[in-house]
């Protein structure tokens, strides 16, 4: 009897120091836990903090005149102490910039040796065609007398049977190119949306730059590190203008 009593005690005992063990494990996960969602959510507040400092010193600094490419230039942010830093770049073509409908576009040609690509979203043209839109370039240039000529792309033209270029879709994309041989010896070219706001993307070798791109890098704490990014296109006249008459005299 005395050693069925032994026995029965070191069960109990076993199983006490097992609940013990479970229990504590448990704590130590709970702590770990909580630690961690502490520690995420630290950053998280560290990282908007840093994403404020970067877009506020990102818009301070590109809003200046004479900005230099290759430069980095900071700021200090006003009731905080930081410091945001903007690194300054060229940029020779456009990407994926939202247009307006009726709205244009304005590019430098001077320099370009190539076709000037023009792209932007496709759209299924068997659908309403209210969000399907399309462009209208004007090339300009002057050599004593000015001249325009004008082009039409649309990827509906056969659905809206208004004249227009049709260009096709390739994986979402539609692009318009204007031969190396068209765009020769123009210096400006002005895209007009029409039918629809769109994102237009340029390309063309030899492009002049059309604009500067900002990258803002700018920290709360020494842990924390956000970067941001700002392009800043050269302006663009009205488009009421692609319809004004030029001359460098009297017009008879």
Request: proline share 2%; net charge negative; glycine share 8%.
């Amino acid at each position: 009897m005395m050693h069925v009593k032994i026995s029965e005690s070191g069960q109990v005992g076993m199983t006490v120091l097992l609940v013990m063990v479970v229990m504590i494990t448990v704590a130590i996960a709970v702590a770990e836990r909580s630690i961690s969602n502490l520690n995420l959510s630290r950053r998280e507040q560290e990282s908007t903090r840093s994403l404020d400092l970067a877009e506020s010193g990102l818009d301070e600094i590109m809003s200046r005149v004479g900005l230099v490419s290759g430069q980095v230039y900071s700021t200090i942010i006003p009731g905080t102490g930081k410091t945001a830093y903007v690194s300054v770049s060229n940029l020779n073509g456009i990407n994926a910039m939202k247009v307006s409908e009726g709205h244009v576009l304005e590019l430098n040609l001077g320099g370009l040796t190539t076709s000037l690509n023009i792209s932007w979203p496709s759209f299924d043209c068997s659908a309403p065609l209210d969000d399907a839109s399309a462009i209208e370039v004007t090339l300009i240039k002057e050599d004593g007398s000015y001249y325009a000529n004008r082009y039409a792309f649309d990827q509906c033209a056969t659905q809206r049977l208004n004249g227009f270029q049709v260009v096709s879709d390739s994986s979402g994309i539609v692009t318009a190119t204007l031969g190396a041989t068209v765009v020769s010896g123009y210096q400006m070219a002005r895209i007009k949306v029409l039918y629809a706001p769109t994102y237009l993307t340029v390309e063309g070798a030899g492009l002049p730059v059309q604009g500067l791109k900002g990258v803002a890098s700018a920290s709360d704490t020494t842990e924390t590190t956000t970067a941001v990014a700002l392009s800043r296109y050269n302006g663009s006249l009205p488009s009421i203008l692609d319809y004004v008459v030029f001359s460098g005299t009297t017009i008879n």
